[in-house]
């Protein structure tokens, strides 16, 4: 029932930085888990990062840790993933999505979707 879509995305050098942001409408952000997806050409849509309806709690693949950080602001009805210390690994299309509740990896769980914005990281 919530509309999302992302913005940010773009190329960037190895070892750069990149802020991918999901705006939502139709719906407040404030009784959904969000998450971050990814996916590459060939490969299946793999869980990134998540955050609880507060953003008291977060949780990050073992892949981007340390170098992802997730935050959200109710008020504005956003969520962003900051992305620093970038690799070509990283390359793909991010997707913001919104679930019912926090603790889940699975692209099952997750209800809404939004286009998906391409993150390109180039050596």
């Known amino acids: 029932q919530v509309q999302l879509v992302e913005s940010g995305g773009g190329l960037v050098q190895a070892g750069g930085s990149l802020r991918v942001s999901c705006a939502a409408s139709?719906?407040?952000?404030?009784?959904?888990?969000m998450g971050w997806f990814r996916q590459a050409p060939g490969k299946e849509r793999e869980f990134v990062s998540a955050i609880n309806w507060r953003g008291g709690s977060t949780v990050y693949a073992d892949s981007v840790k340390g170098r992802f950080t997730i935050s959200r602001d109710n008020a504005k009805n956003t969520v962003s993933l900051q992305m620093n210390s970038l690799k070509p690994e990283d390359t793909a299309v991010y997707y913001c999505?919104?679930?019912?509740?926090?603790?889940?990896?699975?692209?099952?769980?997750?209800?809404?979707w939004g286009q998906g914005t391409q993150v390109t990281v180039s050596s």
């Open positions: 139709g719906r407040s952000i404030r009784s959904y888990a």
């Open positions: 999505a919104a679930g019912p509740a926090y603790g889940s990896k699975n692209v099952a769980d997750f209800g809404s």
